[in-house]
């Protein structure tokens, strides 16, 4: 193939000509490694036919090695700069897939299943090397509002990807595990070291993979399920039955639902499948 992807040199004369100064709270850490870069895309399992949606392309590393594979890319860059230059070093480096790829100028959170479309066909997979502060709230924002996803490969820091791929009992289960859980099979796909970006984060990254699946069978809507989670987490050390009193009424109303949940009330949140969340938000007393 013709692509040809970006190295530390091309990274760093792009950012010079473009007057880039990486700013941590956009979570700016390019990736200025071509293997790194390859990996996620073969990880993701993307190809022909295959339409990706990129989060915060960036410079366009991650970008170039989709578009290799032969995969459409709508990549969604909210820093003005970098989203006007991507059309260009597409065109430059991948001259026969520019017309795979297109850009959204938004915020990742504010962006309409819509605006992924390309001629009416819908995304089938979201690849990204997600800015760190956002990860987790942007990828359940996508995963809430694009239901046509098949699978997703991410790279977030290494903590947050095991607190997204995290089992019940696991020390870093939590609410992103089991929201994650509710749209999603979600595993860990291997680390990745600091030394690729640049800047240099201070942090370790790791790759997650999605398998998106069935949400859990229930009565209950996703916003009841997801206020369930909220409540047993946000008191944590406690019993359900004491955590979730608020979010029932009272102790006992918590407990009656616990019951008809088949939940152990004395065991804690901690412990919780995304199919017994669901059924313990379906069996809270309405009204
Ligand atoms: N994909 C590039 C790479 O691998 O080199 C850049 C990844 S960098 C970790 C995160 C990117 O997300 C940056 O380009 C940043 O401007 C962008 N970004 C930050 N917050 C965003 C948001 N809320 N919506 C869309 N993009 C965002």
């Known amino acids: 193939s013709s692509t040809s992807l970006l190295g530390p040199a091309d990274i760093r004369q792009l950012a010079g000509r473009l007057d ?23 990880l993701a399992g993307v ?16 970008t170039l090695a989709l578009l290799e594979t032969g995969a459409h890319v709508v990549a969604v860059e909210i820093d003005p700069k970098l989203a006007a230059e991507l059309p260009a070093t597409i065109a430059t480096r991948a ?24 001629g009416g066909r819908t995304p089938t997979a979201v690849v990204a090397n997600l800015p760190y502060n956002v990860a987790v709230p942007v990828l359940l924002t996508l995963l809430e509002r694009v239901s046509t996803l098949t699978s ?27 929201k994650a859980a509710w749209y999603a099979d979600v595993r860990r796909a291997g680390a990745v070291p600091r030394q690729v970006f640049w800047p240099v984060p201070n942090v370790e990254s790791g790759l997650v993979q999605f398998t998106a699946r069935p949400h859990p069978d229930t009565s209950a809507t996703r916003e009841e399920v997801f206020a369930c989670v909220d409540a047993a987490f946000a008191q944590r050390r406690k ?11 009272s102790a006992d109303a918590a407990q009656a639902a616990l019951d008809q949940a088949g939940i152990d009330p004395k065991i804690r949140g901690e ?17």
């Open 20 to 42: 880039v100064r990486p700013t941590k709270q956009l979570g700016q850490n390019f990736v200025v490694d071509a293997n790194t870069v390859r990996r996620i895309a073969r």
């Open 47 to 62: 190809g022909e036919g295959d339409l990706v949606t990129e989060i915060g392309p960036g410079l366009g590393s991650l």
């Open 95 to 118: 001259p026969e897939a520019a017309e795979r790829f297109s850009v959204v100028l938004s915020d990742a959170l504010l962006v309409q299943a819509q605006q992924l479309e390309v």
């Open 152 to 178: 997703g490969l991410v790279m977030v820091q290494a903590e947050v990807a095991d607190r997204l791929a995290a089992r019940p009992g696991d020390k870093t289960y939590g609410v992103p595990s089991v």
């Open 239 to 249: 019993t359900l039955r004491a955590a979730l009193a608020g979010w029932a009424g």
């Open 271 to 287: 412990r919780l499948t995304v199919q017994e969340f669901s059924a313990l938000a379906a069996a809270r007393p309405k009204g």
